[in-house]
């Protein structure tokens, strides 16, 4: 079962990346690509498209999320950034070939929001333990913007055809995360 749902979410990254600016994938063209028939699809493994993505979403941030929660939340404030370098960027860097499609496609341009409001939310439920950060905007804000930042480079990283392994990556992500965009002018 598991071998099969492999083999359609393949189809689907094949298939996004044929066409980068595609936004919808039919059933059809999932079966076909991943030589399947479309009642296959739909009676052993996803009724629609739509759950395919949460599929891949799940699969990709269900460990992500939790080593995030159990291990980097634990950490104080200061010390965030090396927690995700350390715990986080090598389980985003097992998932980069799907990743890299997500990210570099339009396939499913609900993935940078999913990731945008759970990580927002579960921060700010953080940060109400902590002292409030040092910004001239909201926290609400600040986090947002934050989690932008750290979207963009992790991005950005997977984003390349063959991404740096993380333990090089993290020391550029630590620099990136601690310096203003303006000082790299």
């Known amino acids: 079962m ?5 083999m359609i979410i393949n189809a689907v990254m094949r298939l996004a990346l044929k ?5 919808h994938l039919t059933i059809t063209e999932i079966a076909t690509e ?12 996803f009724k ?23 291990k ?7 010390e965030l950034y090396n927690g995700i370098a350390s715990y986080i960027l090598p389980l ?39 002292p409030p950060l040092n910004s001239p905007l909201s926290q609400e804000k600040t986090v947002k913007l934050l989690t ?3 979207l963009s480079i992790i991005s950005t990283w997977l984003s390349d055809e063959l991404p740096m392994h993380p333990k090089k990556f993290a020391p550029l992500f630590l620099t990136l995360m601690t310096h203003s965009p303006r000082s790299f002018f």
């Open 92 to 130: 985003v860097y097992q998932h980069r070939e799907w990743l890299r499609v997500l990210y570099s496609t339009n396939i499913d341009l609900k993935w940078r929001r999913y990731l945008q409001t759970k990580y927002s939310t579960i921060t700010l439920t953080y940060l109400a333990k902590h």
């Open 34 to 45: 991943a030589g399947l028939s479309r009642q296959a699809i739909y009676q052993k493994h």
């Open 72 to 78: 980097v939340l634990t950490l104080p404030p200061s």
């Open 19 to 23: 066409n980068k600016e595609r936004t």
């Open 148 to 150: 932008d930042h750290l």
């Open 2 to 6: 598991k071998e099969t749902r492999e």
């Open 48 to 70: 629609n498209v739509a759950e395919i993505f949460e599929y891949i979403h799940v699969t990709i941030d269900e460990q992500i999320l939790k080593t995030f929660e159990q």
